[in-house]
């Protein structure tokens, strides 16, 4: 979120910028300061706000926190003015996690961090093994410095004067916002209520310094240069394509080359103005009253992102056969038993063996998804079918699911009955008649609702569909969508925030579904090919990168998401080989078989055109048959060496398609080779 006109604030925009340590306090967890937003000259000064509360700790080593407060109780209040157990207890309760926060180290415990705090007149320390923050606390020279504990005149970043803030902001600067700006908020069918942002919004900002040469990546699976600097990035997910600047996937986590990364631990929109507002700033914007984030050292970009993914989840080990080639039947062509047994024995044909038989939407009737029911008429007999192509081809099989549930779909009227669905605020919430109750929208469905996975009966019910068709034969899904999720005039089954879960959905949704399948086959025998994500999601790999043209610019699109994605602690990745949309060049496709092949998980999946190899040859050159056989034999020659590289990542975060600049961090010349 940009706040400035040049030297000047928009017009309407009041901040209070943290100018004043007033009080300090170090213990053994860390330390708590309290920020006056005015010059103190004397008590006088004291008698208004607002005043920040700072908190300073470290939930592992080698990571530091920094938690900037506005309203409400702080562990600095608790300290200070609170007695009795009882009042302590009860409130403690209160400032829990939310419903739905990120999960911190759900798969890795944190590293003690041997916390040592000091202070004297001038200053205040934190320092967690090799990480340490050094806070001024002179009279109107307030600020946080970030230093390595071995040498603290090296400065990593620093929270400078004027760094964080509470902003009001004026709603006519919001409108334009990821959140504001979807058709999730402006389409009368998605709010019919018409429901308006409130004429200001309060932010809190915090500010870290952006260093001459410095260069920042991550934050998710954008499309635009890998390199951040310059860009106005907002973590809200939405189904954008690869040639926009919106994110399937959005992380808020950043990677930069002077050797730390910062997660911002948020799971609603966060707005990052990465040297795009102030050229030497990343300023991090959210709505509300707290910002946490966390700083995270190296020294290298590797071991940032072991801690990173120590903090949030590793990996996810997907199993030896998923690293094979998957095949698709492509989205909106015409496919059934004699199509796809025709594709396999081509395939087997030009020695293009097909590891994963993918089943797209249209595996069910049209205007019925999702009813998890193979369409009669295309596939009569599903469980023999199955069972057949996986004896005659050694194919696993994998098919296309959502969260939306079609008002046409037989499974409508359960949901509808069970309260499965997320709901409206701004009507009626029984469940008793159909225009009652859930949310509904007719864009990818008609009149569709969206499951709510807060509810433990949905999570069920809708497990239970996922299993019934594991019993029939399938061993993988495609989790596609979970972007367009409603945050206007909505409830959840419980009571978790609206705004915050519109990213987080997917979490739940990818979790869900991952824990089925691994539930049935095993730890390291699940995968999933999943669109959208958050932090944390690198749990239920895989992720593919979405919706791209049949283009070279696509193809280069494609790799910068790619590349984005694992310097953002996701350790597999993959895409459409020749695009989804269009029919691609013979050339193009040959050079994207080459890309996909060396790309951890390598699947052919068009929208309106079939993607097997003999598509793209004639009758007498048949070198795209010959060049997806080659690579592909390459890549089955190469696997102990890619599945020591999948057992890596599972272990420490460092992802199997890498970014050069992960592996050489002091050469200079590697930070822009995506151009």
């Known amino acids: 979120m940009k706040y400035n006109d040049s030297w000047l604030l928009k017009a309407g925009v009041k901040t209070a910028f943290g100018l004043t340590v007033t009080n300090v306090k170090t213990h053994d967890s860390g330390i708590d300061l309290q920020v006056a937003t005015r010059p103190i000259r004397h008590r006088g000064d004291t008698l ?16 530091i926190g920094l938690k900037v407060k506005h309203f409400g109780l702080t562990r600095f209040l608790l300290l200070n003015y609170l007695s009795t157990d009882v009042l302590i ?23 003690p961090p041997n916390i040592q705090t000091s202070k004297n007149e001038t200053s205040a320390t934190i320092a967690s ?17 970030f230093v390595p504990t071995s040498d603290p005149k090296h400065i990593l970043t620093f929270a400078g004067p004027k760094s964080q803030a509470v902003v009001d902001l004026p709603s006519k600067w919001a409108t334009m916002s990821a959140s504001s700006a979807s058709v999730l908020a402006s389409d009368m069918s998605a709010n019919p209520s018409g429901v308006s942002l409130p004429a200001f ?4 900002l915090i500010e870290l310094n952006l260093a001459g040469g410095e260069q920042i990546y991550g934050t998710g699976e954008g499309f635009g240069g890998v390199v951040k600097n310059g860009q106005a990035i907002s973590m809200w997910n939405r189904d954008g394509g690869t040639w926009s600047e919106q994110q399937y996937k959005s992380v808020p986590f950043y990677l930069s080359s002077r050797g730390y990364g910062v997660f911002i631990n948020h799971p609603g929109e966060v707005e990052l103005e990465v040297g795009s507002e102030k050229m030497s700033r990343v300023g991090m914007s959210v709505v509300g009253e707290e910002l946490e984030i966390f700083v995270i050292y190296g020294p290298t970009p590797k071991e940032v992102l072991r801690r990173y993914t120590q903090l949030t989840g590793r990996p996810g080990l997907p199993p030896l056969w998923t690293f094979g080639l998957w095949l698709s039947t492509s989205f909106l062509t015409n496919y059934d038993e004699k199509t796809v047994t025709g594709f396999l024995e081509g395939m087997r044909e030009r020695k293009c063996d097909v590891r994963v038989m993918h089943f797209d939407c249209f595996w069910m009737k049209q205007y019925e998804w999702c009813n998890f029911t193979f369409d009669p008429d295309m596939f009569p007999n599903p469980a023999e079918y199955l069972r057949s192509i996986k004896e005659k081809f050694g194919v696993k099989v994998c098919v296309w699911i959502n969260s939306y549930i079609s008002q046409s779909s037989s499974l409508f009227k359960e949901g509808l009955e069970g309260g499965y669905f997320i709901k409206r605020t701004n009507g009626n919430v029984s469940h008793d008649a159909e225009t009652d109750g859930p949310w509904r929208w ?21 497990g239970d569909k996922l299993r019934a068709l594991l019993d029939l034969g399938v061993d993988c899904f495609k989790t596609d969508f979970g972007e367009r999720i409603p ?78 994605l694992t310097l953002s602690g996701f350790g597999f990745t993959s895409h459409d080989i ?13 050079r994207w078989c080459a890309y996909g ?19 793209y040859d004639t009758e007498s050159d048949t070198s795209a048959s010959k060049a997806l056989a080659k690579f592909m034999d390459a890549k089955h020659r190469l696997s102990p060496y890619i599945y020591a590289t999948a057992i890596e990542a599972h272990e420490t975060g460092v992802p199997v398609q890498r970014h050069t600049m992960l592996e050489f961090p002091t050469d200079r010349n590697t930070y822009h080779l995506d151009q």
């Open 89 to 111: 207890s009860s409130i403690l309760k209160g400032l829990a996690p939310q419903k739905h926060d990120f999960e911190l180290f759900p798969d890795v415990p944190p590293t």
């Open 597 to 615: 092949a060396f790309s951890s998980h390598t699947r052919l999946h068009g929208s309106s055109s079939y993607r097997v190899p003999w598509n």
């Open 578 to 590: 020749g695009g989804f949309e269009g029919h691609p060049p013979r050339e193009i496709y040959m």
């Open 487 to 564: 945050h206007i005039e909505v409830q959840y089954f419980d009571g978790s925030d609206p705004y915050k879960m519109h990213n987080y959905y997917t979490q739940l949704y990818n979790k869900l579904v991952f824990n089925v399948l691994q539930e049935r086959f095993g730890e390291h025998e699940a995968v999933l090919f999943a669109r959208s994500a958050t932090a944390g999601g690198q749990r239920f790999p895989v992720h593919w990168g979405g919706d791209c043209e049949s283009t070279w610019e696509a193809m280069s699109e494609t790799l910068r998401g790619n590349l984005s």
């Open 201 to 204: 919004l309060r932010y809190i």
């Open 48 to 63: 208004g706000g607002p005043l920040l509360f700072v908190n300073l700790n470290s939930p592992s080593e080698g990571i």
């Open 129 to 145: 093994g090799p990480l340490s923050a050094i806070v001024s606390i002179v009279p109107g020279q307030y600020g946080i410095d």
């Open 442 to 462: 007719d864009l990818w469905q008609p009149g569709l609702a969206v499951v709510d996975f807060t509810n433990p009966a949905a999570c069920k019910w809708y």
